[in-house]
T-cell receptor, first 113, second 110 residues
Framework: DAGVIQSPRHEVTEMGQEVTLRCKPI?????LFWYRQTMMRGLELLIY????????DSGMPEDRFSAKMPNASFSTLKIQPSEPRDSAVYFC???????????FGSGTRLTVV | QKEVEQNSGPLSVPEGAIASLNCTYS??????FFWYRQYSGKSPELIMS????GDKEDGRFTAQLNKASQYVSLLIRDSQPSDSATYLC??????????FGKGTKLSVKP
């Protein structure tokens, strides 16, 4: 099993640019979660999907953030336009129904300059 | 707003000692609790889960749960320098999502 796969591992971009983060969940997992981790705020849940349907996006900081899950094997998190305060590590995690087997990807370290 | 609180540390213990990590949570109906370990620059990895009041032991790790006090703890016996990491407490939400504390940084000194 390849685990949860995220890309890119590192992203450096200029303020105002669009950033797209990608995630491939573990095959057979039907829940997918996007988190953001900073020193100040810790690990924050941004949005999660059950069976490709967004369930709760109340953690998305503002309209500049959007997430999609077009099929069971792929999800994206987009930031447009990006700002320096978006700099963080973004993790994707997937699990079976009910949260069993919760597994994190390696994360994407985003730096907005 | 469901909350999970942890002492941010750092907690420093000598090698071979017992490290005690604590966590409180706000949602009284929570049923499932987890401890994750996160090394610097890495992703969180699950080390313990606990669902019932009392103690659960796995090797050098013991998780303790007291639902009446809304309190979860993790004990690490015979601490090793390789245990130096940030430990995250998590509570499962109603939709299967995990709500995390900010973590306690543990340093085990040789």
């Amino acid at each position: 099993d390849a685990g949860v796969i995220q890309s890119p591992r590192h992203e450096v971009t200029e303020m105002g640019q669009e950033v797209t983060l990608r995630c491939k969940p573990i095959s057979g997992h039907n829940s997918l979660f996007w988190y953001r981790q900073t020193m100040m705020r810790g690990l924050e849940l941004l949005i999660y999907f059950n069976n490709n349907v967004p369930i709760d996006d109340s953690g998305m900081p503002e309209d500049r953030f959007s997430a999609k899950m077009p099929n069971a094997s792929f999800s994206t998190l987009k930031i447009q336009p990006s700002e320096p305060r978006d700099s963080a590590v973004y993790f994707c995690a997937s699990s079976l129904r009910g949260g069993y087997g919760y597994t994190f990807g390696s994360g994407t370290r985003l730096t907005v300059v | 707003q469901k909350e999970v609180e942890q002492n941010s540390g750092p907690l420093s213990v000598p090698e071979g000692a017992i490290a005690s990590l604590n966590c409180t949570y706000s949602d009284r109906v929570s049923q499932s609790f987890f401890w994750y370990r996160q090394y610097s620059g890495k992703s969180p990895e699950l080390i313990m889960s606990i669902y019932s009041n009392g103690d659960k032991e796995d090797g050098r790790f013991t998780a303790q749960l007291n639902k009446a006090s809304q309190y979860v703890s993790l004990l690490i016996r015979d601490s090793q320098p390789s245990d130096s990491a940030t430990y995250l407490c998590a509570v499962r939400g109603s939709q299967g999502n995990l709500i995390f504390g900010k973590g306690t940084k543990l340093s085990v000194k040789p």
